[in-house]
Nanobody
Framework: QVQLVESGGGLVQPGGSLRLSCAAP????????MGWYRQAPGKQRKLVAAITSGGSTNYADSVKGRFTISRDNAKNTVYLQMNSLKPEDTAVYYCNARLSVLNVWGQGTQVTVSS
């Protein structure tokens, strides 16, 4: 079974920063669109940011200018740098690998923004 291994969540004060990491098998990483989704309690899971194998990026409007998605091809890892965090960013963040109708999900990592 394909696994995406996430790390980097935690508790941070408003205005603070966190970096999430997601390691994927090379066979996945080189072909799939890699992305981060988040799901807050009682809400639907939504796309936060995505990056193609060629490096093209896409962001939700709510995080533009604050979050940056990037990839390290040598480490088969995608990152989400989150700056200027707000309480409304609190959610479980999921790494995703997508190729056409194929979707692979990580186990999720909790991000809590609170004073």
């Amino acid at each position: 079974q394909v696994q995406l291994v996430e790390s980097g969540g935690g508790l941070v004060q408003p205005g603070g920063s966190l970096r999430l990491s997601c390691a994927a098998p090379r066979s996945i990483f080189n072909k799939y669109v890699m992305g981060w989704y988040r799901q807050a309690p009682g809400k639907q899971r939504k796309l936060v940011a995505a990056i193609t194998s060629g490096g093209s990026t896409n962001y939700a409007d709510s995080v533009k200018g604050r979050f940056t998605i990037s990839r390290d091809n040598a480490k088969n890892t995608v990152y989400l740098q989150m700056n200027s965090l707000k309480p409304e960013d609190t959610a479980v963040y999921y790494c995703n690998a997508r190729l056409s109708v194929l979707n692979v999900w990580g186990q999720g990592t909790q991000v809590t923004v609170s004073s």
